[in-house]
């Protein structure tokens, strides 16, 4: 078990939305063990609107990319100003092994050599066990917990809503008269989504044949806004659209929904950690690795593997898959979930 002190300590994970709902729990259980811990985290600007205000997250520093080299020099700048008793580098790619290098630190906890790449581990003093057998990421975040003695159980994210974004839910779902489904219809990856058309196909039998209302969520990037806009043409009941709510809005949604559908992206993983209902369509990312942690397994459509595959976890990427989930895999789960789900109705914000 590692000694550190537990007053300064430095997050360093600035990846995306799916990664920062993953450290949550972390975070959580640290400030769990010692209440009074400061907890500093160096986020990229899109998730730190996800957990800025967290009860648990004392200060975010910004490390934005789009600025390129003048980003590494900001934040330098930045960490320079922030002595810590202890850094967790969460991430294993060279851009966060420097900024790493960045902080002052007497323990600085990494990965193990065979898991950071980029000589990640070059800029850590102190590494995590190895670890030979997958497991799911949210698994991989609590080894850093283990390696400290802080237990990790139970799993919290504390996502919220807040009561003033209940303000905004109640008045985003008084006009709706069905319960709704929040349908995320893009990712960060193509080869990560779902074709628009089929998308428009179960839009029409969830509102025609379940008696839902289907809304889409999501950002507002340019795959988002086109398949935003063949889905509306496709669709004979054509869906409401909440794309570019942003984040905290996404939360009120996704927690003030009976169901969510989602490929492998962060509406994914913000649905499991606020415990809502969530079918996953999954081909291109390994299900076992970064499926939703714990939760609504029963649900999940399983692309990625053939049929009676026991493929193991690993970071392998399987591209051409999704467009194998077909329109009846989706319905199908979406009649499971009403047939077992006695709570799939939208809650009183």
Known sequence: MIDARLDRIGIVMMSAVGDAVHVLPVINAIKRRQHDARITWVLQPGPATLVRGHRNVDEIVIFDRAKGRRAFTDIKRELAQRPFDLVLNLQVYFKAGLVTSFTKAPVKLGFDKARARDLNWLFTTHRIPPHPVGQHVQDQYFEFLDALGIPHEPVEWHLGPTEQEREWQRAFFAPIERPTVAIVVATSKPEKDWLPERWAQ???????????????????SPRELAAEAA???????????????????????????ALVLAPDTGPLHISAALQRPVISLMGYTNPKRTGPYRAYHD???????????????????????????????????????????????????
Not at 318 to 333: A, E, H
């Open 202 to 220: 179960v839009i029409d039998t969830l509102y025609a044949d379940f008696g839902l209302q289907p809304v889409l969520v999501g950002g507002r």
């Open 231 to 257: 889905i509306m043409s496709f669709a004979h009941h054509p869906p409401m659209s909440a794309l570019g709510s942003g984040l905290r809005k996404l939360v009120a949604i996704i927690d003030g929904s």
């Open 299 to 349: 649900l999940l459509i399983d692309a990625y593997g053939n049929p009676g595959e026991d493929y193991p976890i690993s970071m392998e990427n399987r591209p051409g898959r999704m467009p194998l989930i077909t329109v009846d895999d989706v319905l199908t789960k979406v009649e499971h979930w009403q047939r077992t789900d006695a709570s799939g109705i939208p809650r009183t914000p």
